[in-house]
């Protein structure tokens, strides 16, 4: 018998079934992707709300120009939205992201207090969190020095990654067998549907992604801070990717699903493959539907919207 008073073959079958849902979600919703960073971002989601996880953190490999590999913060989720962001982002994090993805294998569950020091471990289990477990996954791509495929497409760039997953108590081994399988999912699926290509004229987050340049009229917005509204209505009850999403906008609902109330207009820009053009439109648009609210990076609410949205159109 488990924790929860369940046999371990009624958990099995839980998990499988749990597991066969969360691959459906990510079949329908991939449709909807122009990039793997959005894929990467909606999975830390789907694992922190599906598999009871407290903080999952999806960390990239990034070259530079000499060939050597850091470590990408990509995707962030967490139950407890008063996780301060430094702390995720911590360098003890991206030391360990960094030495995953040299082993190339995964970290098994493990105490806090083993993995990191006492000073970090004393902060993590001050926000509840006094388990970890990693995993490293990657795609078959070529990189970049490959060149094109002989049909003179690009070919689809390498993409490793290293999730870091962190829990309150230990969870069922069937559940971290579920977590690994969608990991190894998400990334075929990348592959398959494309999401591994890298846009005309732009590079992969993969290989450090950049944005157009803002207008000088935009540059204030860049540095704002969405939070989405409480509104149950905007999502369904039984999934963040179901399809009844009521945005209807595209470029709008692709933002919307990003936007964690950490990341800056600039960051969500690189997070949705959008320019801040297009960004700044799909803002205009929740915002008239008060889906969301601007923050300035201080943590104000920016109340004279028609002042920086000025030189949009009237309407949607």
């Given amino acids: 018998m488990n924790q929860g008073g369940y046999s371990d073959h009624s958990y099995h079958l839980s998990a499988g079934k749990l597991r066969m849902a969360v691959a459906s979600e990510l079949l329908r919703a991939i449709r909807e992707m122009g990039h793997v960073d959005e894929l990467l971002q909606q999975l830390s989601l789907i694992i922190v709300q599906r598999f009871g996880v407290q903080v999952a953190q999806i960390w990239v490999a990034q070259a530079d120009s000499q060939g050597q590999y850091s470590m990408k913060l990509q995707a962030l989720s967490s139950q407890d939205n008063s996780l301060p962001h430094r702390v995720a982002l911590s360098k003890p994090f991206a030391d360990l992201a960094g030495e995953i993805r040299n082993w190339q294998t995964e970290l098994a569950l493990s105490l806090i207090g083993n993995v ?33 495929s002989p049909g003179g497409q690009a070919p689809p760039m390498s993409l490793e990654a290293v999730a870091l997953l962190f829990f309150s108590q230990p969870p069922h081994p069937d559940m971290q067998k579920s ?23 732009k ?40 399809d009844s999403i009521v945005i209807s906008d595209k470029k709008a609902r692709r933002l919307y699903t990003a936007i964690d109330g950490r990341n800056n207009v600039n960051d969500l820009c690189a997070i949705v493959h959008l320019d801040v053009n297009e960004v700044s439109l799909a803002l205009q648009l929740l ?30």
């Fill in 116 to 148: 990191f020091s006492s000073f970090q471990a004393a902060l993590l289990q001050r926000y509840g969190l006094y388990y970890c477990f990693a995993d490293y996954v990657n795609s078959k791509g070529q990189s970049p020095a490959s060149g094109a």
């Fill in 179 to 201: 977590i690994s399988y969608i990991l190894r999912l998400s990334i075929q699926l990348a592959e398959s549907n494309g999401l591994l290509l890298s846009p005309t004229g």
């Fill in 203 to 242: 590079q992969s987050n993969v290989q450090g992604y950049k944005i157009q340049t803002p207008q000088k009229s935009l540059m204030a917005l860049s540095e704002l801070v969405p939070h989405r509204k409480r509104d149950t209505r905007l999502m369904t009850t039984s999934s963040p990717l179901s």
């Fill in 287 to 316: 915002l008239a539907k008060q889906h969301i609210e601007l923050y300035d990076p201080s943590g104000q609410i920016v109340d004279n919207i028609p002042s920086l949205y000025g030189h949009f159109n009237e309407g949607e």
